[in-house]
């Protein structure tokens, strides 16, 4: 597709919020600022869009929010966007302003959603990865994934002290329902005694074998990590099952929850989203349009949406190997 002159740029985060999105928003409108160009903030995601919450952006909008948690354009999903009448309200709305193409920053949905409206209306759209969950292909990492490992982790740490105080069996629950990116990488980071994740099922009879063992070895603390889609149940649930077998066990669970998702992001991932936001603006006025902007070897690349969103993107053998090593 020939390039198009593009003049207004209009910047949306949409689905759950993740570390570093105000930081992706930020480098968006700079880099739309060092173009040119007149940048619009769509808040509330696709709704806003479809009731037409939109305002022309400046400087000051975004003023001391590169060390902000969440999303100063807030979330909302919608259901009326996954409507053709409701994408056409939205396009409408974005016709009233003058905005002749979109940065779209969220997770799979909202990319979807970014391709649907590029192949029903044409207009130009580049994606960026945001989602603490990193479960999105055409990038080593998403934007807020670094920060939710270290928030999980920092949770575990305190944990493990009266895990340890009191010979406890700790199960924690980290997010991750189809994902288990967190759950390793805070395990590893951890210690933990076991990992359970979306994508390796860990039989009930397997993790007991394991506790077991290394109560032998006389280990002062025992944390199971549970990705929230680990197994067939939730962490209690699990706890419940390994009671049943381990009945001499004292054994608690605490669910880390949306937890992970606040907080200041790290230096990581302000960098990633800088970067990333700057490469947004840049591919739009190149021509790459319907793409995501990710990172891999700290290289940026494009990668068409349908492809980042419909490719599994696979946990590194390697880190499930430590993993394995470092648990027994």
């Known amino acids: 597709m020939t390039p198009k002159t593009i003049k207004k740029i209009g910047v949306l985060t949409s689905g759950g919020d993740s570390p570093g999105m105000n930081a992706a928003i930020r480098a968006v409108v700079r880099a739309g600022f060092y173009y040119g160009l007149e940048m619009y903030g769509i808040y509330r995601g696709y709704e806003g869009m479809i009731q037409d919450d939109i305002k022309k952006l400046d400087s000051r909008y975004i003023t001391h929010i590169l060390e902000r948690g969440g999303t100063f354009l807030k979330s909302a999903r919608s259901a009326e966007f996954r409507t053709p009448e409701g994408r056409k309200k939205a396009f409408d709305n974005l016709q009233s302003h003058g905005i002749d193409a979109l940065v779209v920053i969220g997770g799979d949905g909202s990319l979807t959603g970014a391709h649907l409206f590029f192949e029903e209306y044409g207009i130009p759209s580049i994606g960026l990865p945001g989602t603490i969950d990193n479960d999105l292909s055409g990038t080593d990492l998403t934007i807020g994934f670094d920060t939710a490992c ?179």
């Open 150 to 328: 270290n928030t999980a982790i920092e949770a575990i740490d305190k944990i493990r002290d009266t895990a340890t105080s009191h010979d406890r069996l700790f199960f924690v629950e980290v997010m991750g329902r189809d994902a288990g990116f967190i759950a390793i990488n805070a395990g590893i980071g951890s210690a933990a005694a076991a990992i359970l994740i979306p994508e390796r099922k860990t039989s009930i009879e397997a993790l007991v074998d394991k506790l077991k063992t290394r109560s032998k070895a006389k280990k002062s603390s025992n944390i199971v990590i549970v990705a929230e889609g680990g197994q067939s149940g939730s962490a209690q649930q699990i706890a419940d099952e390994v009671k049943t077998f381990l009945p001499h066990y004292d054994i608690k669970v605490t669910i880390l929850g949306h937890l992970q998702r606040g907080g200041s992001p790290t230096s990581f991932d302000r960098l990633l989203a800088s970067k990333l936001g700057v490469a947004a603006v840049e591919g739009l006025l190149q021509g790459k349009y319907d793409v995501m902007a990710g990172m891999i070897n700290n290289k940026i690349v494009y990668t068409p949406i349908v492809k980042a969103i419909v490719d599994d993107k696979e946990l590194d053998e390697e880190d499930l190997r430590v993993a394995n090593i470092l648990s027994t």
